[in-house]
């Protein structure tokens, strides 16, 4: 008995977009939805870790944490206030691609967010002072000690970075940073930073929700249309890398973890291309669900992996090729040999056992629901088409995203798995401590 | 041209609504559903009177371990071919379990719900729970909270609520169990705990577009073969109050951080007080301006974050600090936290903090509840603590119109500093003198 497929999208994005710019160059992006009495602003600025020169690292990061610490007319402790006050939840993201700002008001407050987005755009260095980058200097050396260096395993992102990639290029570094780093930053070089990224010829602005667009354009004119332009704006680092690597690297970490834990990882394609939407559905194939591969043969079939803590999934980088990672943790008396050989197989048989046709389904109804996950929110929309707009230059293509992963075949998949060939992998060990590797 | 120099007023606001609410009995079982009209992905979750203090003493985790064990095929099919059967329609079941309810829920496209909705039940009501089976989930269960054990909190949350509730209580253990107790976990456990609370009615939960949704289909699905009388609810458990601080001390060596966890008793969220206590504690520890946020990280630099909350069920509550702070901090960021609770329950809470703590719980009404999920989570809230189908809207007028007055009155019955239990998870090599020279109260190791 075969599923039946849930229907085909025709469009991923069933909501208006329109889109104007400003004389300064800030893109501005509206989808006017009348569900809710509520708005959603986000504003993607194009500068992420990828634009970090060595000895800099967790700079973009920690100069996010200064856009909330008050503005030329916004008072410190202000901006969160201001916005909780209104009703609103707020929050903002950095990656090695970009850094993001939101923030979901009932709509009678929307001329309060743009105010504020537009005050720390125009407005954010004559506000900025030494004590407060100390402050928010601990506050991220905090956040990088309970995130990654107090958990188990918790800096294997940080180092699959430095194997994925060769040492300068631009996603070799993870966005949190070094302490050496976060220790040397001073202020000189975060005014600089803003003045030279935090333009709105660098920026787009998306507001989603119960708004007509004539009315967000004339408030964005209002308040970023004093913003002036900022001329050379300086690219980062090209991510360009010549193919798959050549050779593979291991890396084996033995400490207070509580059980043995394998990560590989490639580099595939650039987030947005033909190649990555391949890469999307052979990862939800492989190691989304208990329907997966991974999940079928190595949690239930064989027994040897935890059947919380197996999966695969791709980061989705825009600006070199992303990485696929596959991860597995091993069961009680199963040593890391049988666990790393049994994940390897498995990805292996994506290219050898070809997908059948219900785990193609199985992969595009769940991802078909993920995305409309995404799109059930005015701040879910909002940051898609603030993505869109920013990493392919036009919202809209947002819509083709669902339809381009429905398209993937198990042919596509195939060759996609032929290039995660050992030859080209990284792996990434845990032991816990008094374990022989 | 410049930035505008002054904040902009607010335009006119459009009156609040929840969504429609419709109740129907179907099947000898109660539906209750939210009319989300356009929306793309329906949401349907079957709330079980089944919560974690219906488990033995000694087996915690019993619930987590069925909850895990639902998916391991049914009466009519394996565990792969319902896992295909259910993934093929872009579900994925979520279980969850608390101290007073027991949810298996999901969320899919509209046109495939009722499908969706059939397999849930089938997973809820008719499990196959085979006996090697049950045995293997109930070992990986094991495993998984012995990973999640390796992590900094779990130990500590563990610690705090055996102190204020009691090692020998359910309500003192830890709400999934620890690895041992899921360990002892047998399969009759299991089948019994199915057998007993599973297979009553419950209350199906429809959160989407009604107009694309036959829910008289859904609670034929939901109900069949589900019988039995809902169960009486127990009365609250009162709210004792400590004698004196104390400090319990879990070693984590190496740890870069201490994990913090005070706490006391609070009332059950049936209390007349609920408004103004959640108002207080927004102002203490809940908003990002809050004043523990404020000091604790905002001035200090100490932490990531702080928060403090009141988590109140339907049988207890409990008030609660929890922060993760550097090592070389512990001692001054604990005093700071007792000194902001101490100033709370004192000097009550100022106008222009209340202002910006009811707008925004009131803002989150609307902002938190657009997906059809979040509705569906906001009717358990109804039904499980008997709350009627205008709540929400009631709830955001009494936010709005509570008084600064009302709100410090609550913060002082409310607030304990002196009572508090202050769980510290941390290096105590290094922190452990520091901590007694502080003098915050007895300094107890915990063998958690």
Known sequence: MSAQPAPVAETGYPWPIETARLDNGLRVVVSEDRTAPVVAVNLWYDVGSRHEPAGQTGFAHLFEHLMFEGSQNVAKTEHMRYVQGAGGSLNATTNPDRTNYFETLPAEHLELA????????????????????????????NERRQRYDNVPYGDAWLRMLELLYPAGHPYHHATIG?????????????????????APNNAVLTVAGDVTPVEVFALAEKYFGAIETVANIPAAPSGHLPGPATSPVSETVTGTVPAPRVYLAHRTHPFGTAGYDAITVL????????????????????????????????????????????????????DIATLTEGVAEVVASMATEPVTEAELERAKALLTTAWWRQMSTVAGRADTLSRYATQFGDPASAAYRLPQWQSVTSEDIADAARTLNPESRVTLTYLPEGTEA | MSLVATRPETGEARPYAFPEIRRASVAGGEIVAAHMPGHLLASASLLLDAGASRETAGREGTAGVLAKCLEEGTTTRDSAAYALALEG???????????????????????????????MAEAARAPRLDPADVERVRDDEATALRMDWAQPGPRADAALRADLFGAGERYGRPLNGD??????VTVEDVTTFHESWLKRPGVLLVAGDLDRLDLEELGAAAFAGSGGDPLPVEGPLGVPIAGARRLLLVDRPGSVQSTLRLGHRAPERAHPDYVPITLAATVLGGAFTSRLNHLIREVKGYTYGIRADFAMTRRFGRFGVSSSVQTAVTAPALTDTIGEIARTRLDGVTEEELSVARTWRAGSLSVDM??????????ATLVIHGLPDDYYPTLRKRLLETTAE???????????????????????????????????????????
């Open chain 1, 114 to 141: 743009l105010w504020l987005e537009a005050d720390r755009m125009g407005g954010l260095v004559p506000a900025l002072t030494q004590e407060t980058l100390d402050n928010q200097r601990e506050v991220v050396k």
């Open chain 1, 178 to 198: 070094s302490m050496e780093d976060l220790n040397a930053a001073g202020l000189e070089t975060f005014q600089a930073f803003h003045a030279k990224y935090y």
């Open chain 1, 283 to 334: 990862a939800t194939v492989l190691g989304s669900g208990r329907g997966s591969r991974l999940y079928q043969r190595l949690a239930d079939g064989a027994r040897i992996a935890q059947p919380d803590y197996i999966g695969s999934y791709g980061v989705d980088l825009a600006h070199a090729p992303a990485p696929l990672i596959v991860t597995a943790t091993a069961k009680d008396g199963v």
């Open chain 2, 89 to 119: 329609l872009g579900a994925e079941l979520s279980t969850s379990v608390d101290w007073d309810s027991f949810r298996v829920g999901l969320s899919v496209p509209v046109g495939v719900l009722s499908r969706a909705v059939a397999l």
């Open chain 2, 179 to 184: 690895p041992a107790s899921t360990a002892a």
């Open chain 2, 370 to 379: 657009q997906t059809p999920g979040s509705i569906a989570g906001a009717l």
């Open chain 2, 406 to 448: 009302e709100v410090s009155a609550a913060a002082a019955q409310h607030l304990h500093p002196d009572a508090l239990t202050l769980v510290v998870e941390g290096d105590a090599a290094l922190i452990r003198d520091e901590l007694a020279a502080a003098k915050l109260g007895e300094i107890i190791t915990s063998e958690v």
